[in-house]
């Protein structure tokens, strides 16, 4: 796990990336977090987007901004992705929360998403993100055990209009 870091999305990991890209689509899950849904065959201006993002430049209305980074190992393999947005807002309080992360399919009960929002708490806290919520869905056990093996502290859950019900932690970031 020592040899995991976190790295802002680049050109010199395009290769990697659309690996990391193609097996999520492949599986058929949902893509989270949100941004590795993006379409990556403009590579470059996927970066750029991603960028804007981060310093809130063309954002749609009722957005924040946000950081994008990959989970990387020693040879560059693109392990993770996460999103942290830098604001709440009610619709993040509620169901978004603060960061956002998946791991590969093939790479999932590994520990990896454990180190990922243990790095990303980091990055948050370099944002002055002193009390970060992260959430996830009821039926998502091992997201939750990651969340609580960070340090979260449960708060209410909230029900989403169709009925899924989103396990809410707050994380002390000091």
């Not at 790295?7 to 659309?18: D, F, G, T």
């Not at 949100?34 to 750029?48: A, E, T």
């Not at 998502?140 to 859950?157: F, L, M």
Request: net charge negative; charged share 25%; aromatic share 8%.
């Amino acid at each position: 796990m020592n040899n995991l870091k976190l790295v802002k999305p680049q050109i010199e990991l395009k290769n990697e990336y659309l690996s990391f890209y193609q097996e999520w689509k492949e599986s058929g899950e949902d893509m989270v977090p949100w941004v590795i849904s993006m379409d990556p065959s403009d590579f470059q201006g996927m970066l750029k987007s991603l960028s804007n993002n981060e310093e809130g430049v063309g954002l749609p209305e009722g957005w924040v901004s946000d950081s994008t980074f990959w989970l990387v190992d020693k040879h560059n393999r693109v392990l993770g992705a996460v999103n942290i947005r830098h604001q709440l807002t009610e619709h993040l309080y509620n169901a978004g929360g603060h960061i956002g992360y998946g791991i590969r399919p093939s790479e999932r009960l590994k520990g990896y998403a454990t180190k990922l929002l243990e790095l990303s708490l980091i990055e948050a806290k370099k944002l002055g993100i002193k009390d970060v919520l992260v959430v996830c869905d009821a039926c998502n056990v091992g997201s939750e055990r990651t969340i609580i093996k960070n340090g979260g502290k449960s708060d209410t859950d909230y029900i989403e209009e169709d009925g899924n019900v989103i396990k809410r932690y707050w994380i002390k970031n000091t």
